[in-house]
């Protein structure tokens, strides 16, 4: 398995707290993102990064933001959380390679934080 | 016309059986795809990726139809332990960085 931890596991707030959800790497992989899972949506992309101090937006960005100070570490925050940010957050690692002239890649999931919010 | 669409299921199916899946893309411009499975309440896990020209990894088979954009998983002698959501991810761009995810096929596999 790859060597992804996401820190809470669970975490329970209230409308309106800031929310910092971790996301940790072992594997030296460039690219991380998050996803937020929902039923009825699947898996969609928030955030990105393609390195230390770079990143951009997903699809569903609005209400996060991410910091990625080093390699090892991506976080996600929920500046003042809603109801409608209670979600599966996944967290997840990709490193680019070529292939016979094409760029592949596989993306590989940390375990998820399970967040509500009241 | 969502980006990547799955039939969601569930499709019940005895052991041993059969059981294809379709997944269709309208991004004419990805170039990765993949499957992965999803057991209840855990990550998705890769379970293999498509090439163009088809490949098996045991008693799974993936096959990309790019006239057509679809991707198709086949999985044969279905064991009660195959019981997951299976999902596709295709690529936005010629890069392969930025992953659309279907939503999901639930398979039971049932005794």
């Known amino acids: 398995d790859a060597g992804i931890t996401q820190s809470p596991r669970h975490k329970v707030t209230e409308t309106g707290t800031p929310v910092t959800l971790r996301c940790h790497q072992t594997?030296?992989?460039?690219?991380m993102y998050w996803y937020r899972q929902d039923p009825g949506h699947g898996l969609r992309l928030i955030h990105y990064?393609?390195?230390?101090?770079?990143?951009d937006k997903g699809e569903v960005s609005d209400g996060y933001s991410v910091s990625r100070s080093k390699t090892e570490d991506f976080l996600l925050t929920l500046e003042s959380a809603t109801s409608s940010q209670t979600s599966v957050y996944f967290c997840?690692?990709?490193?680019?390679?070529?292939?016979?002239?094409?760029?592949?890649?596989?993306?590989?999931f940390g375990p998820g934080t399970r967040l509500t919010v009241l | 016309r969502k980006e990547v669409e799955q039939d969601p299921g569930p499709f019940n199916v005895p052991e041993g059986a059969t059981v294809a899946f379709n997944c269709t893309y309208s991004n004419s411009a990805s170039q990765s795809f993949f499957w992965y499975r999803q057991d209840c309440r855990k990550e998705p896990k890769l379970l293999m990726s498509v090439y163009s020209s088809g490949n098996e990894d045991g008693r799974f088979t993936a096959q990309l139809n790019r006239a057509s954009q679809y991707i198709s998983l086949l999985i044969r002698d279905s064991k009660l332990s195959d019981s997951a959501t299976y999902l596709c991810?295709?690529?936005?761009?010629?890069?392969?960085?930025?992953?659309?995810f279907g939503p999901g096929t639930r398979l039971s596999v049932l005794p």
């Open positions: 997840a690692i990709s490193e680019l390679f070529r292939t016979s002239g094409s760029n592949t890649d596989t993306q590989y």
């Open positions: 594997e030296n992989h460039r690219y």
């Open positions: 990064s393609y390195g230390v101090k770079d990143t």
């Open positions: 991810a295709v690529s936005r761009d010629n890069y392969g960085q930025n992953f659309v």
